[in-house]
């Protein structure tokens, strides 16, 4: 069944999605209402896009379903090469330089959907290190979204997803071939720790990280969000600590407590304040 929104419909329903996700959607985004949340109104028998607010206040299970369908985005390894290339060739040597190799690494990955972003940093980790039992390193993921935690906890990706983005050397080095998915390995798996996260909330019982990789959630934000989100992110960074966001975003006038740097074709935002 093909639902259509209306824009009576809309105006009840964007402000309740902002308020679950920060997630700004308007008129020009009914495609988008049709598309992600026309599913869930079938599978729970809902007659249209109103009566869907009044079936979450009965059934929490629709709540995160809307979560995961606004929230979930396409997503692949090694996604834009040079924040890669920037971690590997300048940020982690750089680290270790100053520090020593037995100091203790910290990298959060914010938005990190089903997971593919913090592995590809745990493999250019080890790519440096050759095993990352041997180091104090903590590699923290987080999602708004419970499946897509889920989903990266478990480590296991179908061939398509595996195609995008990873060589066959890759894939054969870092992970284990199952029967119908492949399994990345427990050395990296083990490494990495996941939790559900809305962004726009407090931060609870997080330590201050090294790096953060927070890229393309903001650009769903509204500008006053995203100052709000760049300033936090900013407390949660330990002195001289690096934040990297995606090519197609910018800091300007949203916060001015980093100083935009450059290597190479990779551009990344160092504390200052």
């Known amino acids: 069944m093909r639902y259509k929104i209306n824009n009576a419909e809309i105006d009840v329903l964007a402000p309740f999605i ?16 049709e598309t992600r949340l026309g599913p869930i109104l079938e599978k729970y028998d809902i007659a ?27 997503t692949l390894f090694f996604r834009d090469k040079s924040p890669f290339d920037f971690i590997q060739n300048k940020f982690f040597p750089d680290f270790f330089e100053k520090y020593g190799m037995k100091a203790h690494l ?14 590809s940093i745990a493999m250019t980790l080890k790519n440096i290190l050759f095993d990352l039992t041997k180091y104090n390193i903590h590699l923290f993921a987080t999602d708004i979204s419970d499946d897509a935690i889920k989903r990266a906890s478990s480590g296991r990706y179908n061939k398509f997803e595996l195609s995008r983005g990873l060589e066959d050397r890759i894939l054969h080095k870092y992970f284990d071939e199952e029967e119908t998915s492949w399994r990345i390995k427990d050395e990296l798996r083990h490494a990495v720790h996941f939790r559900q996260l809305n962004l726009l909330k407090p931060f609870v019982n997080i330590p201050k990280q090294h790096l953060i990789f927070c890229r393309n959630v903001a650009i769903y934000f509204s500008r006053e969000d995203r100052s709000m989100l760049y300033n936090k992110l900013a407390d949660m960074l330990e002195e001289n600590g690096v934040l990297v966001i995606s090519s197609t975003e910018s800091l300007n006038g949203l916060t001015d407590r980093f100083v935009k740097e450059q290597f190479h074709n990779a551009t990344f935002y160092r504390k200052v304040k």
Not at 57 to 68: Q, S, Y
């Open 18 to 33: 902002y308020q679950l996700t920060g997630i700004v959607l308007d008129y020009s985004k009914a495609y988008l209402f």
């Open 48 to 74: 249209n896009f109103t009566d869907l607010i009044k079936s979450i206040a009965l059934n929490r299970k629709i709540e995160h379903d809307v979560i995961d369908a606004i929230t979930t985005q396409e």
């Open 106 to 119: 910290k990298v959060w990955s914010a938005a990190s959907s089903t997971g593919q972003e913090i592995y």
